[in-house]
């Protein structure tokens, strides 16, 4: 018997294979899903089901290329916006042998009308369920998002509460295997650990303590939650079903004048932050390869061809398997090497990191100047440096318009890493006086400590 | 945060490397245990801690080893037969803190006089333990032998009754984590499954299922046991402390004439029951690479040299995993080749498989013949054919004597693998007239149906 949790990072995904007798079932398997098909042959197992909790929004779903590579038979829960045409569907009560194991459906809407949450049985040992895949109605240390029917916002929340009481009626014995941990954009509130039980949850998540429906729909939807707009694409396509990844996950290797020449809609540095500060590419904006997932939908659109800049091949690899995962295939080729080009008199740009005392000063004495705070609503509410604006990172996506070319513009966030990012992407759209306050709100609150 | 099972695979051995906040701990480590540092620095940690449930009797432990990796400090439970050299003894209530974890220790004698159980506390979200390292006292569907003091058999069983009231109290949402999974020789009755909860166990383990002391001891004092005489060796390192594994883990490869000429006191033919009968190296036994766990501890005495015989150089080094757990370090060498080498002309000794048409048939009529069944006693008594004779696989290590060379045996077990080993140490002991029974008791019972 097995039951092996497949983590794709950057994502914080999480996609089970649990298998017996010979037969396998893997839920939420993401869109480079051979890894399923070798790891369930290497225990002697041969895939036959594919469970999905709901229509993700936030990665293409690797059911429908897993069923082709398979054969095995797609479940995915009533209610969806559109058909799902790659899924059959299931019904509360449903349930699927897979050797000695039971699963078992669960209707769990409230994140997504056609939420589905599967309680996992031995028949062996056939009292109560041992485990339950609770997709994202049940995280450890929160409980999932209910912003995605703007219209009907206390409804859904209403009904996550309801399947919420649903989990927990499996009992305190169940061990929950959620669809994200810490760092998913489906949930801030996630702990840090990736194992537990109802039991645990029920007397420890924050959310589970509210035990009046109202006062939990009040607390759901007062909530601020961000829809980077690539999540339309991910519904989209996994009610449609996606296509199959590129068989091969590298991206070609580009030499300078090929990069110069390829005219990509996006020239990305993947490489770090701060080397992305101390010279890169004209035109070029920063998307620090681990931060990818999170960030590349509030900037790239659908189609768009993208050109990328790294330190090494392994993190041009590494990019291309984020960028597919959420559905941005049109990768033109990579480049590595920026030291040599610089070295060959190639022209860098440059986004100066400045420290504390800087920003002090400047706070007291600049004019022509403004200390751009991309932080999310959540942590700005919590604590902000006076004089300076908000607008959160994404949302540079559209409002960079706002702002004005000759001005001069400190980016500022938690740390430092999302403000390369939004100093990269002003940069990119030909703003010239960009600097990016390093240690950021942790140095600011270091310094008055 | 994580937490890792590193499996054993022959041993069926379970133990966890868990960490947080750049600290990890190490609980019940095996010997060759780089595999812990390399996981552990891979995620940004340094292990600090390493954590014996008890003493094991079935493989050598690693936290000595471990220990003088890394610094760590091993903690061992109180009351060992002998002072457990290497560690630092813990009592009933000690915490330690891993970053944000904390690790509690539960005194929970029973299998053994020290063993310990660890349960774990996310102290982010406090209320209750998430886990419990339960070592031998609480498996997933089965408790800890208590045969280990043969004149204390009651006071002991009674004591890990206890003991699995105290794991019991820790509430139903705890994971449990126990040292073995099914397969080892620490429990016969253990799940198939390998993850579960105390309150899944509180209501579905049949041990928990006794809710009277007496006659919980009443059961465990009427179990069989068998404890093969390697054992005793690893009790005496286990306190003593092992020495490093060898560097390098692939045996030396041996020539045909070397392997003849290395006067090894055992030639072990490593390959798959069915090649080793169809032809195999005169004077050589049978013990297939992956039953080496289980049995070899049977045949072999410390300090003996050992020749193996195998298909391949990777069967070799999985081969040398397995010795090297167990503190069977003397392996001169491995040879690969016996069809090239019968191709050379080179003798070969053949072990025929019969079937269940030529067992009837000799039960009928065949004389000076012995039918020897060589299952453990709990399967021996739950069938058996009629006519045959009874010793357990193991004990062949010393019974073979009451045999007589001159007479005819064919050995069987439930499938014929065990089967294999005993015939092969028969042969290797001069035993001319000897057969396997090829399906064995599964072919007799299908044969019935």
């Keep these: ?46 895939i036959t089901h594919i469970f999905e909790t709901h229509r993700n929004e936030d990665l293409v779903s690797g059911a429908p290329m897993l069923a082709a590579m398979t054969g095995a038979t797609v479940l995915h829960g009533p209610n969806p916006e559109q058909p799902v045409v790659y899924a059959e569907t299931v019904r509360n009560g449903d349930c699927f042998s897979i050797g000695q194991l039971e699963i078992r459906v669960l209707e769990t809407p409230g994140h997504t009308d056609d939420h589905i949450a599967y309680a ?30 703007p219209e009907r916002r206390r409804e859904v929340a209403g009904l996550l509460y309801d399947s919420l009481q649903d ?17 998913s954009v489906c949930g801030s509130g996630m702990a840090e650990r990736e194992f537990s039980t109802v039991g645990h949850e029920r007397i420890n998540n924050p959310r589970l303590q509210i035990t009046d429906r109202e006062t939990f729909i009040d607390l759901k939807t007062s909530e601020n939650h961000y829809q980077p707009p690539y999540f339309r694409l991910m519904e989209h396509l996994n009610m449609e079903g996606g296509e199959a990844p590129p068989v091969v996950m590298r991206p070609r290797n580009l030499s300078l004048k090929q990069l110069n020449d390829c005219d990509a809609d996006h020239l990305i540095d993947i490489r770090e932050p701060m080397a992305y500060a101390s010279g890169h590419l004209p035109g070029s904006m920063s998307l620090p390869v681990n931060m990818l997932p999170a960030f590349a939908g509030w900037f790239i659109e659908e189609g768009q061809s993208l050109a990328l800049v790294a330190s090494n091949e392994e993190q041009l690899a590494t990019a291309m398997e984020h960028l597919v995962r959420i559905a941005f295939d049109n990768v033109i080729g990579g480049y590595v090497g920026v030291v040599p080009a610089a070295a060959k008199g190639e022209k860098m740009q440059q986004t100066p990191m400045i420290d504390t005392t800087e920003v002090e000063s400047r706070l007291n004495n600049a004019q022509n100047w403004t200390l751009l705070d991309v932080r999310d609503i959540d942590e700005r509410n919590t604590n902000a440096i006076e004089g300076s604006q908000h607008i959160y990172v994404g949302h540079l996506n559209e409002r960079w318009r706002e702002l004005n070319p000759s001005r001069h513009y400190t980016l500022m966030c938690a740390s430092g890493a999302r403000a390369t990012i939004a100093a990269g992407w002003l940069a990119s759209r030909g703003f010239d006086h960009i600097d990016i306050y390093l240690g950021s709100m942790g140095a600011w609150q270091a310094m008055l400590e």
């Design 1 to 46: 018997m097995l039951l092996e949790k497949i983590k794709t990072p950057g994502l914080s995904h999480l996609s089970y294979l649990v298998g017996s007798g010979g037969q396998a079932a893997v839920i939420d398997p993401r869109r480079d899903c051979a890894i399923y098909v070798e790891k369930a042959r290497a225990a002697g197992l041969e």
């Design 120 to 149: 996992l049985f031995d028949t062996a040992y056939p009292d109560r369920a041992v485990g339950v895949f609770t997709g994202d109605a049940l995280f450890v240390g929160d409980v999932g998002r209910t912003d995605f029917y």
């Design 167 to 183: 989990i927990l009626a499996l009992g305190d014995q169940a061990i929950i295997y959620p669809a994200h941990g810490a760092g």
